[in-house]
């Protein structure tokens, strides 16, 4: 289970009661995992590691972090397992009652807000989880944002990623990102920035997942990763 | 809530009616006329502001702005409509604060009938006594009218009108709307429909016209000056 020293640094725990083989994490690194999305032409991308993982031990290979909640938006969500998929679960459930009484699809800036006054309504007891939103608007135009656990919104216009290994992440999108990316060339960018950057993490990785967004619709593309 | 009043005082009538609705409805039926006329590129609220001699025009405003892009009018008793136009704000803002987005005039709508629906199945409230005009343009541009009656009913209309004139004035609109009339023509119907039933001569000071355009999505309410031209054309 969660250890309750999670965070402190390993000289400043105690070294009695100390188990073996366990080393403390904090809570947002619990379970690991990498999301990133990225703007293309008249496209998005939004991709994540497949790993469930309980501090070092990998207990599952088919964890995705991506969710599809509106016909062109997706909400990637990193963090505590737990959290991912309450969250998931509780925009899936205010998009479909929007979508039954407003007769229409909630478009991505709408659902990145919407998702912002969640987190922040746990202001002072929060979701551990710092959500991705990624996807077309009405007129096809992409938007992707990001957000910390208490609703913080950063709006980009190149890339946004979340995780345990974010550095790796930004160094690698920085590098390889570049405007008016095709669909085929922003698949081939954002699977090597995800692969190079969860491969040098521990607890992300045990395989990907890609979603290209358009105007006709998604394609989805799981990557062969290295498997550990 | 307990005691002699905790009964709803809308209860059926073995007719399958609601008295108290009836009453609610003669109540509004007795209010002075509410019209609104839908354009393709807006939407005309208009009413008689019929006031004692004394009264000073301008501190009695029947047509209230809800949120920039939505006004409403009623028929029947004001203070009962201060209530609804209150709650209506806070619907929208409390809409503009999760979705970031104004708030879709049929929403709006669906929400004030929602409130005024509870009112005729709680326990010691009575109905409210107004019949509403809900006018607005959404964010696509499309202009959108709506009527909410005491008991929560609402449909959207091409115009209509409620209120002591509302058979003269609907009989009036059925003749002359033409679907596809400019806001200005809208603007002079609404005045003419008014006049159909106005008691007396209409001026700047007796009558209220609000408007809203696909242009700038604004709603406002037009001011005595305005008004006077409108007039003075139509003379």
């Keep these: 289970g969660i250890n309750a020293e999670y965070g402190t640094p390993p000289h400043l725990t105690s070294t009695l009661n100390k188990q073996p083989n366990r080393f403390i994490m904090s809570i947002m690194e619990y379970n690991g995992g990498a999301v990133v999305a990225m703007v293309g032409k008249g496209c998005v991308a939004i991709a994540s590691d497949k790993r469930y993982g309980v501090q070092a031990q990998t207990v599952g290979f088919d964890f995705e972090k991506v969710f599809r909640i509106q016909e062109r938006t997706f909400v990637g ?29 909630m478009t991505p800036k709408v659902l990145a807000h919407l998702l912002s006054q969640l987190l922040y309504e746990k202001r002072f007891g929060p979701y551990f989880t710092e ?80 979603h290209i967004i358009n105007a006709d619709g998604v394609r ?8 550990d | 809530m307990s005691g002699p009043y905790s009964y709803s005082l809308t209860t059926f009538a073995p007719s399958g009616k609601l008295i108290q609705l009836e009453h609610a409805l003669k109540a509004v039926q007795a209010g002075a006329t509410a019209l609104a006329v839908r354009a393709k590129s807006g939407v005309v609220l208009a009413t008689e502001k019929k ?14 702005v809800i949120t920039d892009h939505i006004g409403v009018v009623y028929a029947g008793m004001g203070p009962d409509s201060r209530v609804l136009v209150k709650r209506g704000r806070k619907i929208a803002q409390q809409y503009k604060r999760t979705y970031g987005e104004d708030i879709p005039v049929k929403m709006l709508v669906r929400e004030l009938a929602s409130v005024m629906q509870e009112f005729t199945q709680s326990g010691g409230v009575r109905p409210f006594g107004v019949a509403l005009l809900v006018a607005g343009v ?53 005045i003419l429909t008014l006049q159909e039933t106005f008691e007396g001569a209409m001026t700047e000071d007796n009558i209220e016209i609000g408007i809203v355009s696909d242009v700038d999505q604004k709603f406002r309410v037009l001011t005595p000056a305005e008004i006077k031209d409108y007039l003075d054309e139509i003379a």
């Design chain 1, 131 to 210: 959500p991705v939103v990624a996807g077309l608007d009405g007129k096809g135009e992409p938007y992707i944002c990001a957000m910390d656990l208490i609703g913080a919104q950063e709006l980009a216009k190149d890339f946004v990623v979340t995780g345990t290994c974010t550095e790796n992440l930004f160094g690698m999108c920085e590098s390889l990102w570049r405007p008016d990316l095709e669909e085929d060339e922003l698949f081939e960018i954002v699977s090597q920035c995800l692969l190079a950057s969860v491969d040098r993490d521990a607890t992300s990785g045990w395989g990907a997942v890609v």
């Design chain 1, 220 to 227: 989805t593309r799981h990557l062969k990763t290295r498997q």
């Design chain 2, 138 to 190: 959404d964010a696509d541009g499309e202009p959108a009218l709506y009527q909410v009656d005491p008991s929560g009913s609402y449909w959207a209309w091409k115009a209509s009108a409620i209120g002591k004139g509302m058979l003269n004035a609907q009989a009036f609109l059925e003749k002359r709307f033409k679907a596809n009339d400019e806001l200005e023509d809208a603007i002079n119907m609404a």
């Design chain 2, 51 to 64: 006031l004692p001699a004394l009264a000073i025009p301008a501190s009695y405003q029947k047509i209230s």
């Design chain 1, 77 to 105: 969500l990193t963090g505590l397992a737990t959290d991912v998929q309450t969250m998931a679960s509780k925009l899936e459930f205010r998009t479909k009652l929007y979508e039954l009484r407003e007769e229409r699809q």
